[in-house]
């Protein structure tokens, strides 16, 4: 005789029983880098994500006369990064600082995170922002091969 376990599914009495700032609620961490040490984020949310990566959208043309959509996926992890610093508010640094742009000699936040982090370090800080933001080990797979592949 097997047992029948009892499953308690959720309802949205349970939901709008909680407190609105706990279930939006953006979560914070760190990631350490070489030569600037710690540096703070934010996870990013839905729309954020989705502006990412209509930025990073390119088309290629596919030589039959039509275009294909191809994300640039170097493009899109710098993105990341830029939007998780900007975003937490326990830091004023952000890579898109004037000054700091300036310092660097380059004109753009993403410049500034090519200058400042290694190509790993931009990799693995990614995968850190998409784990603070909800992404599944599938996401993270998916990724990692477009990055392999690319």
Not at 59 to 84: C, E, F, H, Q, Y
Not at 101 to 124: C, F, M, N, W
């Amino acid at each position: 005789m097997s047992e029948q376990k009892t499953v308690t599914y959720l309802t949205l009495k349970d939901i709008l029983g909680r407190n609105k700032d706990e279930l939006t609620s953006v979560k914070y961490d760190e990631f350490e880098t070489e030569k600037l040490g710690v540096v703070p984020f934010a996870s990013i949310d839905f729309e954020e994500n989705k502006q990412i990566k209509k930025d990073c959208m390119r088309m290629i043309p596919n030589g039959s006369g039509g275009m294909t959509p191809d994300l640039d996926d170097d493009k899109m992890m710098i993105r990341i990064i830029v939007a998780a610093v900007d975003k937490d508010p326990r830091s004023d640094f952000t890579f898109a600082n004037k000054e700091l742009l300036a310092h660097l000699g380059v004109t753009t936040a993403d410049e500034a995170v090519q200058k400042l982090l290694s190509p790993g370090e931009i990799y693995r800080f990614a995968m850190k922002v998409q784990d603070a933001s909800g992404f599944t080990d599938k996401a993270k797979k998916e990724v990692k091969e477009a990055v392999k592949n690319s």
